[in-house]
């Protein structure tokens, strides 16, 4: 079977879909979407929010935070090792893509940091929700995203084609003039004036993991968005008609316990910004407070990333859970229920016990989860140090020692170590412990496809492979191997294939 269009976008989540619907909107006559799965949406309908600067809804809640600031703090974050001229575009389209959005008829209810308290942060993160009076409830942007951009891709004349995977480019004269795919019905070589790779992530493609993530240490980390059909179609296309395949990434998200039937309570204690956390050295080795005191407060994943094993521990007193169990631990002003602290969310099938419950109980549970995430060989309950150490596997002194100082630490309400804000310096104090593994966890891996800050795809010696256009979490040069503001992928993700369409269309109207 042969088709011709004007525009082929391989990939139907939110680039693919962004990208189809903008290139109708600038002049092409005939899109085609193809999309291996049974349905549209992939990873977006995941998605719980998006960054965004200089936007309506800032506008309309009286934020004042303009591109320029964003693009200095970005850049100086990257140490400048990213397109600067293709994160500045993106800083800029951040705001125009929920316009953008609004005009489909999407609706950004408010936004927030993501990370502490809004008043000594940035509220860049949009989010959808209710206001109960008190506070804002947040809801999940992924299935309200996803509906609204498969509609507007019927209503702009897009033709999707599900249960079809592309696995070729076609290629005459260094230039990209179509797609060869297969579905249930055989072979589908697809004739287009240009082409847009749209096909997200590689986090199911063993192969791409291990070239990407050498380390062995590896096998033990999870793929928050790992999801069967994120295989890195669009890099091994892309690569075997020459594109240059460069720098990934990674947005971390660890330490984390999201295993299957994993306590989200446990784990939001292992992410709590007041309780030590060491290495199995037994040694302190990051900024516990990073999440709730940094607008990029995910650097504190990174850290774990880098330790030997890419493991951490955090320890609890017995008092330590006591106090939380009375909430009288310091928890940041927050507008809406999304920083994990108040009402833990559920990343999935948890305890059989949790079911049914009010998740704003979720302290009275607290011994119920740590005995349950003990039988799972997640928590360890320690009647001393030297216990601890034990299952840790590190030389006891150092592990006491490390406790000790970090004590003396928070009686004085300074860190002389890590400068901890000491808002959260909370003191191990006696035993018994709770001893809590916590592992390198990323949500998806970023980047392979090197592109210009036009979308266009480039070869290794930096020239354009003529009519191939990329554009969401496939491509490289908006990060530098880990992230930037939080809802920074959905960001790029519907930027880049906004600008990806108009591109593109543009190319086969002045070829």
Known sequence: M???????????????????????????GSVLLLEKQHAPGGCTVMSAGMMGVDTPVQRRFGFHY?????????????????????????????????????????????????????????????????????????????????????????????????????????????????????NAEGELIVHAGAVILATGSFSSNPELVKRFFASDEYRDVRFMGGL??????????????????????????????????ASEVVSVLMRRPHYMKVNISGERFVDESLPMTNTFGWMQCVSVDKQPGKRCYTILSQKNIDDLMADKVHNPPRWDTGCQLDAPASFGPGPDFEKGQDPLTWRERIPQHLAYEEERGIVKKCATLDEAAAWIGCDAQTLKNTAAHYDLCCSRGYDDELL????????????????????????????????????????????????????????????????????????????????????????????
């Open 2 to 28: 042969e088709k011709y269009v004007d525009i082929c976008v391989v990939g139907a989540a939110g680039s693919g879909m962004a990208a189809a619907i903008v290139a109708k909107q600038k002049g092409a």
């Open 66 to 182: 303009s591109t320029d600031e964003a693009f200095h703090q970005v850049m100086n974050l990257f140490n400048w090792g990213v397109d600067a001229k293709l994160v500045r575009k993106w800083i800029n389209g951040s705001g125009e893509n929920f316009e953008w959005l609004e005009e489909l008829g999407v609706k950004y209810d408010f936004c927030c940091t993501e990370t502490a308290d809004e008043r000594e942060f940035e509220n860049y993160h949009h989010r959808m929700g209710e206001w109960d009076g008190e506070k804002w409830v947040m809801k999940m942007q992924g299935p309200v995203l996803v509906r609204a951009l498969r509609e507007n891709c019927e209503k702009y004349g897009v033709e999707l084609m599900t249960n079809t995977r592309a696995s070729h480019l076609l290629i005459e004269d260094g230039r990209v003039t179509g797609v060869k795919a297969e």
């Open 228 to 261: 069967p059909h994120s295989t890195g179609d669009g890099i091994l296309m892309a690569e075997e008609v020459g594109a240059f395949i460069g720098r990934t990434g990674a947005l971390y998200i660890g330490p984390h316990n999201h295993y299957p039937k």
């Open 420 to 511: 901890k804000d000491p808002r959260y310096l909370e003191p191990c104090g006696e035993g018994p412990y709770y001893v809590i593994l916590g592992r390198t966890g990323i949500d998806n891996p970023l980047g392979g496809v090197i592109i210009d800050n036009r979308q266009r795809v480039l070869r290794p010696d930096g020239s354009v492979i003529a009519g191939l256009y990329a554009a969401g979490i496939l491509c490289s040069g908006w990060f530098n191997g880990t992230y930037a503001y939080f809802g920074s992928e959905m960001s790029f993700t519907i930027y880049s294939g906004r600008s990806a369409g108009a591109e593109a269309a543009h190319y086969i109207a002045n070829a």
